[in-house]
């Protein structure tokens, strides 16, 4: 996740991207959500980047989405 945000600051989207993927399937396989939100948020942030708006805003919604499904609430 944090290489993910390295990467992304590197200007190396498409590494970063497949970063955030590899840690969001590792964080759900073992119930992190904070590291999976974390990861969804980075996503999001990465797809902004390149361009990909319309699938940036899926992305943050269903970060939002699984916060609320796991109880967060700010």
Do not use: K, P, W
């Amino acid at each position: 996740r944090s290489l993910g945000f390295f990467l992304r600051g590197q200007s190396q989207f498409a590494d970063a991207f497949q970063t955030f993927q590899q840690a969001l399937e590792l964080s759900l396989e073992s119930n992190n959500y904070d590291h999976a939100l974390s990861s969804l948020n980075g996503i999001g942030l990465t797809l902004r980047d390149v361009g990909r708006h319309s699938q940036a805003i899926d992305c943050f919604q269903q970060c939002l989405n699984l916060a609320r499904e796991v109880g967060y609430r700010n």
